[in-house]
């Protein structure tokens, strides 16, 4: 498994290197490989949340590019021309080398930075290419795997995502790059009348809306309030930890270290070590940990999950139905939830649970292994979500928050299904 302690100070080199050049014309590309379905059936694989920010968005900031177009799969084409407005799968008009960045890489890693045209750097444990420097003639046949003769660097650590789990995996570091970059925005006054514990920063915007009673604890790292992010009185937040713009913190919730949760989010209870896309609610009592929750899930009052084997043991995990159990490096691993999925109340997830897109758990018997799309699971048994219902609920939910989803959202959606 990887190396995060090695990987350190190439990140850290690299942070050096970038504030020196010059800006980059850069494609960030979906290669659709590994089995990532939960994490990037909405989306591309740049688009996922790794930390507090998606992975495209912090080597945008980490590393000195521009994004001039993105390459995915043929099934995300239509939903990320109409989320992103850049060009995609269609290499615009450049005049000078255009670096080329797998999304399936989390860290901003010197190598990418310090590549020069006609030079790629590849993962030595998949052969998979990690990014390259090309002139922009040579772009698309380097997308299209049929690369020219390039200088190819091996980079020996193990640096992309190919399973959910990877996940929990970058975690932390990705977290700590994202709260330094953070920091650099504006921060607001010091909030009055709560509890403040350590050295590190606490960083809130001027528009974080912060409770009095509250208590934030930078003993280990520093917190980030977004901009119209709303803390109730009573709640707790443990750095490293960030909350996201218009999400809420509810009364009394207990957010602990390394937690990231993304835009309009609603979370109460215990949360630890849990990485929230966006737009989904945790409003209940219940123990989450160590996850990774997609948009739109919600879970239904007194949920909770394990993560950690009653051994102490490695988790293993199923991908994707029908695939092997894997062993994920991991102590601590608690779920996935892709986009859409929902559970009932009292419901229980078991250590290293993998549940894909629509899924909705509302059985006594606890959620365990993989669970595939669409399933709609109750103690009547498991069958197939029916599409339509599912579009209605789907429909309803986001309406809730002032959301229609688009014709692209729909379609993809649908496919989804069938596939299912």
């Known amino acids: 498994m990887p ?29 659709g490989r590994g089995a990532l379905a939960p994490l990037r059936d909405l989306r591309p694989v740049f688009g996922v949340r790794t930390g507090a920010l998606t992975t495209r968005q912090r080597l945008e900031r980490a590393l000195p590019i521009k994004t001039a177009a993105l390459f995915v799969q043929p099934e995300l084409a239509a939903i990320t021309a109409e989320t992103t407005g850049l060009p995609v799968n269609a290499v615009p008009d450049l005049d000078a080398p255009v670096l080329l960045i797998n999304g399936r890489c989390p860290l901003p890693l010197d190598v990418i930075a310090a590549l020069e045209p006609g030079q790629a750097a590849v993962e030595q444990r998949s052969g998979d290419l990690i990014a390259a420097r090309v002139e922009p003639a040579d772009a698309g046949a380097v997308l299209g795997g049929d690369a020219p003769d390039l200088d190819t660097i091996e980079v020996h650590d193990h640096v992309l995502i190919d399973r959910p789990w990877h996940v929990r995996t970058f975690r932390d570091a990705c977290l700590g790059i994202d709260l330094t970059l953070l920091q650099s925005e504006p921060a607001g006054p010091e909030p009055m009348g709560c509890g403040l514990i350590g050295d590190h920063p606490l960083h809130a915007a001027a528009g974080a809306h912060i409770f009095p009673a509250s208590v934030f604890d930078t003993t280990s790292g520093p917190i980030v309030i977004a901009d119209g992010a709303t803390v109730r009185p009573r709640s707790t937040v443990i750095g490293p930890a960030y909350i996201g713009p218009g999400s809420t913190v509810l009364d009394g919730a ?121 399933t709609w699971a109750t103690d009547a048994g498991i069958k197939a979500y029916r599409i339509d219902r599912f579009l209605d609920v789907m429909r309803t939910a986001m309406g809730r928050r002032k959301v229609e989803p688009n014709g692209a959202y729909i379609e993809r959606v649908r496919g989804l299904a069938a596939d299912a």
């Open 3 to 31: 190396c995060l302690p090695g990987l350190a100070h190439k990140i850290r080199d690299a942070a050096r290197l970038y504030t020196a050049g010059m800006t980059t014309p850069a494609i960030f590309f979906d290669d």
């Open 254 to 374: 207990l957010i602990k270290a390394n937690t990231a949760v993304g835009p309009v989010c609603k979370v109460a209870g215990e949360i630890g070590g849990t990485i929230i896309q966006g737009h989904s609610n945790k409003g209940h009592d219940g123990h989450l940990g160590d996850a990774w929750l997609g948009e739109w899930v919600n879970l239904g009052a007194g949920t909770v999950n394990s993560n950690l084997l009653n051994t102490y043991g490695e988790v293993t995990a199923v991908a994707e139905p029908g695939a092997p159990r894997e062993r994920t490096g991991e102590t601590f691993f608690g779920c996935v939830l892709g986009d859409h999925v929902k559970t009932a109340i009292g419901t229980r997830i078991m250590t290293g649970a993998i549940v894909h897109t629509g899924a909705m758990w509302a059985a006594g018997a606890p959620v365990s292994g993989c669970v595939g799309r669409f």
